[in-house]
């Protein structure tokens, strides 16, 4: 990339970001990313949440480090959650990331 071209649309990379790629360091681990596992459309487990922000039957919102997570569907509800993980069941129609 050169010098004077603008750089895409979107949120800066920090330098310790930068090290945790280039190292291939887990990002989950180092940056306290969350991690988002779904499993069809009946389950879905998110790692390194923050908090519930809104828990509803049609959405449930997480909020995470970084973002907020909307999940979208029927019959949702929290099978069980700790300080770092939480799973979510019912029928999940969409997944929406929030700044």
């Known amino acids: 990339m050169k010098r004077n071209q603008k750089k895409p649309q979107g949120r800066e990379t920090t330098l310790r970001e930068k090290m945790v790629t280039n190292l291939e360091l887990p990002k989950d681990l180092m940056l306290g990313a969350s991690v ?14 923050k908090g519930i ?26 099978d069980y959650y700790t300080n770092e993980e939480m799973k979510i069941t019912g029928w999940i129609e969409a997944i929406q990331y929030e700044n």
Do not use: M, P, W
Not at 36 to 47: C, D, F, K, N, P
Not at 56 to 75: E, M, P, W
């Open 53 to 78: 922000l809104e828990y509803r039957d049609s959405f449930i919102r997480v909020q995470t480090k970084n973002c907020r997570l909307q999940i979208s569907g029927a019959h949702l509800a929290i």
């Open 36 to 49: 988002l596992t779904v499993t069809g459309r009946g389950e879905a487990l998110i790692s390194n949440y």
